[in-house]
């Protein structure tokens, strides 16, 4: 049981640079979620999808985009890298509604 | 709106010794409250929840935490201190609706001294 992957696992970009961050879960949960986590700053939400076909923004999401492709999959887009979204990205799935929320390993981006 | 405020982003103790890391949140409604642990260069993984019920919860590795809605606390503690807790401890408020949104703290970094 893998639980939540994430790819890749390291980037480096230049500014302007796109590049798409890949999550899938195999847990059958209803709600992903994709944070930043920056030094001293916690855990941020970028975007989340509390069902298939559905996603809306959280604190942070200019910048970035994501696809709800099925289920199991929700994608990050960063159509055009700047420096300030160097960060570690995660991503995270849930069931109901109050569950626990399962990290995926992260991805470490870097833009230069 | 929800919020969590951990206080210390670094936290010492000696091998042995009681660890208590401290978290307060705000929220309008029954809060759902969470303890994760992350270790280097790892994804976070879940040490303890609160939702209803008791309000003293045991996780994993010998943690626990109580939910004090009076002061609106939910500190995290361990009796005695082992070289591999080392890692930061996220506190997070869920608003448990249909989006189930996490609210984490900033983060505190345990090290711990042999």
């Known amino acids: 049981n893998a639980g939540v992957t994430q790819t890749p696992k390291f980037q480096v970009l230049k500014t302007g640079q796109s590049m798409t961050l890949q999550c899938a879960q195999d847990?059958?949960?209803?709600?992903m979620y994709w944070y930043r986590q920056d030094p001293g700053m916690g855990l941020r939400l970028i975007y989340y999808s509390a069902s298939e076909g559905t996603t809306d923004k959280g604190e942070v999401p200019n910048g970035y985009n994501v696809s709800r492709l099925n289920k199991r999959e929700f994608s990050l887009r960063l159509e055009s890298a700047a420096p300030s979204q160097t960060s570690v990205y995660f991503c995270a799935s849930a069931g109901r509604g109050g569950e626990t929320q399962y990290f995926g390993p992260g991805t470490r981006l870097l833009v230069l | 709106a929800q919020s969590v405020t951990q206080l210390g982003s670094h936290v010492s103790v000696s091998e042995g010794a009681l660890v208590l890391l401290r978290c307060n949140y705000s929220?309008?409604?029954?809060?759902?409250l969470f303890w994760y642990v992350q270790y280097p260069n790892q994804g976070l993984q879940l040490l303890l929840k609160y939702t209803t019920g008791a309000t003293l919860v045991k996780g994993i590795n010998g943690f626990e935490a109580e939910f004090k809605k009076s002061e609106t606390s939910f500190h995290l503690t361990k009796p005695s201190a082992h070289m591999s807790d080392a890692a930061e401890y996220f506190c997070?408020?869920?608003?448990?609706?249909?989006?189930?949104?996490?609210?984490f703290g900033t983060g505190t970094l345990l090290a711990v001294q042999p």
């Open positions: 847990m059958n949960h209803n709600s």
């Open positions: 997070a408020v869920s608003d448990y609706g249909a989006t189930n949104k996490l609210i």
């Open positions: 929220s309008s409604v029954p809060p759902y």
